[in-house]
């Protein structure tokens, strides 16, 4: 079946752009995560929506972050004025419900999306 | 401080031979450690998850310790192959209390096998 999709796979922006990437996790899956990735490193998390409540967004480094997961489904995360410490791999996973009632879910990660800001 | 440490350096092991992959941390109690395989341009693809209460776990090649005293994660590719070139990625699973897991991962080990 198809798995997690994320849009762009990547993207070039100019210092001060405001950019959008956008997360298709697996049909049907109640938790949504993501995550950023940076050269050399593990993923870090970001934030966490449960169906369209966004439960943790303790990791978004900055207010210049936000995501969003209106009807429940497809996430987008934003960047606004971004600067080039930005740049990253941002990764999607998704996980089946019913979430944290089996304590060995695992999470299912899309592509990621490359940004490199100029 | 917390931190999950991974071996750093590259491991390169030769085709049929045992690959052997640390995970230490400090300052954490992980109720889970998931093992994650990632390759270029891709994300990571979930392997192995152990419980704080098993010491080890096998599937298939492979096979994960866990000891919750030493704070250390074993991740172990038997008869290893060229195909399990790969990054291998540690994660503590994490604040379960909320009812999600939230996944802290280490930077990381690079593994390659050669014929």
């Known amino acids: 079946g198809a798995g997690v999709s994320q849009s762009p796979r990547y993207k070039v922006a100019k210092r001060g752009q405001d950019v959008a990437l956008r997360c298709d996790p697996i049909s049907g899956h109640v938790s949504l995560f993501w995550y950023q990735q940076a050269l050399g490193q593990g993923p870090e998390f970001l934030t966490y929506f449960q169906n369209e409540a966004q439960l943790d967004k303790s990791g978004l480094p900055s207010d210049r972050f936000f995501a969003e997961r209106p009807e429940g489904s497809v996430s987008t995360l934003k960047i606004q004025r971004t600067q080039q410490e930005d740049s990253a791999v941002y990764l999607c996973a998704s996980s089946p419900p019913p979430y944290g009632t089996f304590l060995e879910d695992t999470q299912y990660f899309g592509p990621g999306t490359r940004l490199t800001v100029l | 401080s917390q931190k999950i440490e991974q071996n750093s350096e590259a491991l390169n092991i030769q085709e049929g031979k045992t690959a052997t992959l640390t995970c230490n941390y400090t300052n954490y109690s992980p109720a889970y450690l998931q093992w994650y395989r990632q390759d270029p341009g891709r994300g990571p693809v979930f392997l192995l998850l152990?419980?704080?209460?098993?010491k080890e776990k096998r599937k298939e090649r492979l096979k994960v310790t866990f000891d919750t005293t030493l704070k250390q994660s074993l991740f172990h590719i038997t008869a290893s192959q060229p195909a399990d070139s790969a990054t291998y990625l540690c994660?503590?699973?994490?604040?379960?209390?909320?009812?999600?897991?939230?996944?802290?991962f280490g930077a990381g080990t690079r593994l390659a096998v050669h014929p």
């Open positions: 152990i419980r704080e209460n098993e």
């Open positions: 994660a503590l699973d994490l604040d379960f209390s909320g009812g999600y897991n939230k996944l802290i």
